[in-house]
């Protein structure tokens, strides 16, 4: 089987086990990373996390967003050690401390940092309590976060740019958000830039879930061909 490994997280966004498995088998090679999101984590827990492990050589994200106090971050983490998760998202917003005691947690685990959900219009932003914009917020946050210990960042394709200069070089980013050339769905998407677009504006690493897994309806060949197809415009 073909070995492309392009710099891509799969995004795992589906709420039944044995699919997870089937579009992990039906990718595996093509992308660098799969990515388990809170509805994933919270219905399977960490036997579900193995039951992906099992299937794969590839690297495991768990998106689980953490964000409380330094103590309750710091056993969060290290309940989830066990599995070796090679990312783990915390809250860049959670400060220096509570990225510390993730980072002291899991020794061999990218800490990842979310900055400013794009989620957020400019008008969240503001009515958070954000003294800047979602760019400049962002570009902080990141800064705050690898002074803490985070290894990667999160943040929006129109972000990259800024970010990267916050961070310098070795911190791997990471965006979602990104849609490819010629594709004929957004989805709910709404600012995006090509995978193509992003890895020239410094991403290291693009998640893509449904332009990939909206191929599994027509079976496991076809979603890897998609895949393919996608991973062949970055590298
Ligand atoms: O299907 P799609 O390619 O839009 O999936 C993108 C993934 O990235 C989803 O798992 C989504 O939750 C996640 N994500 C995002 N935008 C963010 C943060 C995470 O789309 N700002």
Same mark, same amino acid.
């Given at each position: 089987m073909s070995q492309i490994n392009a710099p891509i997280i799969l995004a795992v966004d589906t709420p039944q086990l044995q699919t997870a498995i089937d579009w992990v088998k039906a990718t595996e090679g093509v992308v660098r990373v799969y990515k388990l999101g809170l509805e994933f984590y919270l219905s399977f827990g960490l036997d579900g996390v193995k039951a992906i492990r099992d299937h794969t050589q590839s690297?495991?994200?768990?998106?689980?967003?953490?964000?409380?106090? /330094?103590?309750?971050? *710091?056993?969060?983490?290290?309940?989830?050690?066990?599995v070796k998760p090679k990312y783990v998202?915390?809250? =860049? *917003?959670? =400060?220096? =401390?509570?990225?510390?005691a993730a980072v002291e947690a899991l020794p061999e685990t990218?800490?990842?940092a979310v900055t400013i959900l794009t989620s957020l219009s400019e008008a969240d932003v503001a009515a958070v309590g954000f003294k800047s914009n979602a760019l400049e917020s962002a570009a902080r946050l990141a800064e705050l976060a690898v002074n803490a210990g985070a290894r990667a960042i999160v943040c929006s394709p129109l972000e990259i740019q800024a970010v990267r200069q916050s961070v310098g070089? *070795?911190?791997q980013i990471i965006t979602p958000g990104v849609r490819p050339a010629g594709g004929t769905s957004a989805d709910d998407q709404v600012r995006t830039l090509t995978p193509r677009q992003a890895i020239d504006h410094g991403a !290291?690493?693009?998640?893509?879930?449904? /332009?990939?897994? !909206?191929?599994?309806?027509?079976?496991?060949?076809?979603?890897r061909e998609r895949a393919i197809a996608i991973a062949r415009e970055i590298i």
């Open positions: 690297d495991i994200f768990l998106d689980l967003k953490l964000h409380d106090i /330094p103590h309750t971050v *710091s056993g969060a983490a290290k309940a989830i050690s066990t998202t915390v809250h =860049a *917003s959670g =400060a220096h =401390a509570m990225i510390e990218l800490v990842t070089e *070795s911190t !290291n690493l693009v998640v893509i879930g449904r /332009p990939i897994t !909206n191929a599994w309806v027509d079976g496991a060949s076809a979603m």
